[in-house]
């Protein structure tokens, strides 16, 4: 059966955001007629997607279906010392659930009230919160949910590299809590909870949990993949449907061919913050002088559309781990033993598997001592006094410590173990913007990181870094610095990495012919690490300090968590949508994902993708005079075990 041309309510992407919206308004009411339509394929029954243990290849560039659009930095940014960055975002029904790291993690209430938007403050929130959340793991507050779509747990394995970090992390005054994703906690570190269920082992992602589990008892919602939307039909100011292209213009001899589908009630946009804003600009929804220029007929003059992008900022260090510690390098590398035993193992008991796990067991949210930001310098003090002094909840840096080396490719890396501490910075200063460079859908955009062009963001960064390495330095299975993935220190400073030792070298390498020549610069050859014996953390000098700012400038990253750029609040200030989402000098459109966020949030941040779908959802459902149904149609393949109970059978 073919696609109607009209419906009720047309949502555009689907994202995490997205999913939601289609997902709880078609399940609210069979006789609405909902379509989703996403750039991306299809991701159901993938096994690249479902298997949480593999999400790195989905991040691969390979020219065939790939699951990512990648934005890079139109100009060398002179903050990132002429480097260009690259952002990838989800190109894949789930959106960012279908593809990332599936860390569960949520932002501090503080967050939610700095919106300053009537109906957003934590508490209106926490029901949604709850009711989004299928949580898997005892808990001692009342902040989670349990029979929401949403399945959250540790995953199937966690090592003792995760206890190793966690130790380490109590030794320099980071104590060990059971749950620091309660909205209030921000000094504190804990066993990193998954988007994984616990039963099958699968990961959750937004497409199964919202939209394959309607379509599979209802038939109100119609799903169109692989399709472009270019712009938003309008009728005066009425948006009254939406045009979309194929997602690759192979056809029509490289024309722009349109189909049109017709919205009786609503369009919602939820392509994503870099998505999302290249829509209105092409449907002539954003700053009027650029507009005119690009020959689009202006709907609604509204400057703010594409502009303050914001993002949360990485640096990756990597370190040497014990040839006996249980790591997934040699999986990752391609040793083909490795790789077969763990799909045999997944293939048996998913539940259990090492790959039903993203291999991130651990991590921390910090906040600096008094001590610290005496050294933090003017910028970040200044910042410190009007953002974080009186928000207890706000923490500068969130850290996570990885069980294998994250870098490029593992084809670069020498053979050993590692793993990757990443951490970062929560609440960037720095802004960026995109926008279109034509109303051809097909063409680039011009988009600008932003990354780092304030000063007070390298104060957090460097520090954090330092933090990390004396973690490293107290685990026990720490064997040193892979030297090429951390700052170029003088090699006279104390400071200076220190890489393998030459004992574990060559426990690694019995055969090896080179291993222990000592050639001065290459490496330090050291004794063998004794974790037991580092009770004093290292000093640096001004110079070293400059060594960690411009390794920053160099190495920076996306954390994949873009938001901002369709900011709600007053239309006066930039703002592009108001509280119930509804896109300023506009009728029946609304946006609906993490570009209305006019502020940062400290998470990873599909949870609160997922938040803004369900409050879009219920102020949208209010609008048509409807409610959301409750508990949400059954998802697939997460089966309730027969035998045990599952954590909210027994509450
Ligand atoms: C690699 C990666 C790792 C991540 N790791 C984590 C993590 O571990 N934990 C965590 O909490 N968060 C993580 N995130 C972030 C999280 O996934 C995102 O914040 C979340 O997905 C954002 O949801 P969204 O609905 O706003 O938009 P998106 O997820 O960006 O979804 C937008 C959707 O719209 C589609 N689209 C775009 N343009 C169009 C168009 N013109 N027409 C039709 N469709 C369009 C896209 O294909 C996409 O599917 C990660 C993200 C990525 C990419």
């Known amino acids: 059966m073919g696609h109607p041309e009209e419906v009720d309510i047309i949502v555009a992407g689907g994202g995490p955001a997205g999913c939601v919206m289609a997902g709880r308004l078609a399940y609210a009411d069979p006789n609405l007629k909902v379509m989703l339509i996403e750039g991306g394929a299809n991701n159901r029954d993938d096994p690249w997607v479902y298997r949480p243990g593999i999400y790195v290849k989905n991040m691969q560039r390979d020219g065939v279906n790939d699951k990512a659009t990648?934005?890079?930095?139109?100009?060398?940014s002179p903050h990132l010392r002429g480097r260009r960055s690259i952002v990838p975002c989800?190109?894949?029904?789930g959106g960012g659930s279908s593809i990332n790291f599936q860390m569960y993690t949520r932002a501090s209430a503080s967050d939610w009230d700095d919106f300053k938007s009537p109906g957003w403050t934590a508490k209106d929130l926490l029901?949604?919160?709850?009711?989004?959340?299928?949580?898997?793991?005892p808990t001692n507050n009342d902040t989670h949910g349990y029979d929401g779509p949403v399945a959250i747990s540790n995953g199937g394995t966690i090592t003792a590299l995760g206890q190793d970090f966690l130790r380490a992390c109590d030794a320099i005054g980071?104590?060990?809590s059971d749950d620091i994703q309660d909205l209030d906690t921000a000094h504190a570190a804990e066993i990193w909870a998954k988007y994984i269920n616990r039963h099958t082992g699968r990961r959750s992602d937004a497409a199964t949990a919202y939209v394959h589990s309607v379509m599979d008892v209802q038939t109100n919602l119609y799903l169109r993949t692989n399709a472009r939307v270019s712009r938003v039909i309008f009728e005066g100011n009425k948006a009254v449907g939406v045009a979309y292209v194929p997602s690759r213009n192979r056809a029509h001899a490289a024309q722009v061919k349109e189909t049109i589908v017709r919205a009786r009630k609503c369009v919602v946009l939820s392509s994503g913050t870099l998505g999302t804003p290249q829509i209105l600009e092409r449907s002539?929804?954003?700053?009027a002088p650029m507009l005119k220029q690009l020959d689009i007929k202006v709907v609604s003059d509204l400057p703010g559309v594409g502009e303050q992008y914001q993002d949360h900022y990485t640096t990756l260090s990597i370190y040497r781990v014990s040839n006996e510690s249980p790591t997934l390098d040699n999986f990752l590398r391609g040793d083909k033993d490795t790789q077969k035993e763990l799909f045999a193992e997944w293939e048996t008991s998913p539940e259990k598997a090492r790959l039903s796990s993203n291999a991130i067991d651990a991590g921390f949210k910090i906040r600096p001592t008094e001590e610290e930001l005496k050294e933090m310098g003017p910028e970040f003090n200044e910042l410190w006094d009007k953002y974080f002094k009186d928000k207890p909840d706000k923490p500068v840096i969130v850290r996570v410590d990885r069980l294998w080396s994250l870098c490029r490719t593992h084809s670069l890396l020498p053979p050993g173990k590692y793993i990757t501490m990443f951490q970062y910075l929560e609440?960037?200063?720095s802004r960026g913007k995109i926008h279109i460079s034509s109303s051809n859908p097909y063409k680039e955009p011009f988009f600008d990181s932003g990354f780092m062009n304030k000063k007070a963001d390298f104060a957090p960064i460097r520090w954090s870094y330092k933090k990390t390495r004396e973690i490293a330095r107290r685990m026990d299975a720490f064997r040193g610095e892979l030297a090429s993935h951390h700052p170029h220190f003088h090699p006279a400073s104390p400071a200076a990495t220190r890489d393998i030792d030459i004992k574990t070298a060559k426990q690694m390498l019995p055969d090896g012919f080179t291993v222990g020549i000592h050639m001065g610069t290459w490496h330090r050859p050291s004794e063998p690490y004794d974790a037991s014996k580092v009770h004093e953390d290292m000093k640096y000098t001004e110079e070293d300090d400059k060594a960690?700012?411009?390794w920053v400038a160099d190495h920076v990253e996306?954390?994949?968590h873009s938001l901002g750029t369709c900011a709600m609040k007053p239309r006066e200030e930039g703002g592009v949508v108001d509280a119930r989402l509804n896109v300023y000098g506009t009728q029946n459109l609304k946006c609906v994902d993490l570009s209305i966020c006019p502020d940062n949030l400290a998470t990873n941040t599909y949870s609160s993708a997922l938040l803004v779908g369900e409050k879009g959802a219920d102020l949208l459902l209010e609008d048509l005079g409807l409610k959301v149904r409750l508990p949400h149609a059954p998802v697939p393949h997460a089966p309730i075990p027969t035998g045990k109970p599952a954590t909210q059978l027994v509450r």
């Open 548 to 550: 960690i700012d411009d």
């Open 284 to 287: 002539g929804v954003g700053n």
């Open 127 to 137: 029901p949604l919160m709850k009711r989004l959340e299928n949580y898997q793991k």
């Open 558 to 560: 996306t954390t994949w």
């Open 174 to 176: 980071i104590p060990f």
């Open 70 to 76: 990648f934005y890079t930095d139109t100009m060398d």
């Open 427 to 429: 609440y960037p200063v």
């Open 90 to 93: 989800a190109n894949i029904l």
